[in-house]
């Protein structure tokens, strides 16, 4: 995952909870990236008219022009180390991660319904953490079938310490989502944008 994801996830986290504006030296820190990258990227949400710029700071304009942008450039698919046929239930599955999942099963567990039936499950996993992940699949029934798990190797802190309750953060969950090719994601999507307006293309 690039850095300046770091920066579009802070920004909508800070959406999520009713901030209106930034400073450009606060997403420096928190994402702990350079000034000239916050600069760039809002270069960037500046000219599709996500973001203004102000002195100093930016105002947010359009929260879902900022979720869609990151969204399409999004590719999860290249995150993923490993792959996984665990023959045990989709559910089963995910109560026993000690890991931060996303995806189908982020939002199921976060919204506590699910769209569309799913049984394939992304969890990003600390890259301090990869001992722990080799104890957790060493008793794990395996097949040699269609895989069911994915993992995602990370050592962004930004998205481990924004993390609750085994749960990705609302925008990473979305824009993971947004860059499946699974049928089930239009649903989860749509499920998403009818819970959370705030991100909804509305009609001018």
Known sequence: MKKSERIY???????????ERFTQLELSKRCSVSLSLVNKVLKNLSEIGAVEI???QFRIIDASKILFYWATK???QKDISEKYCINMDTAEIEKSLPFILTGYSAWHLLSKSAPFDYNSIYVYVPKNQQKLFDIWLKDKPTAASKENLFIIPTGDRHLIE???????PLPQIFVDIYSLADIQSKYF????????????????
Do not use: C, Q, V
């Not at 996830?9 to 901030?19: A, F, P, S």
């Not at 999507?189 to 001018?204: C, H, M, N, T, V």
């Open 189 to 204: 999507i749509k499920d998403i944008l009818d819970k959370y307006p705030l991100f909804k293309i509305e009609a001018e």
């Open 9 to 19: 996830r802070e920004i909508l986290i800070g959406i999520l909870n009713k901030k």
């Open 74 to 76: 999004r590719n999860i």
């Open 162 to 168: 924004n993390s609750k309750r085994k749960i990705a």
């Open 54 to 56: 102000l002195h100093m």
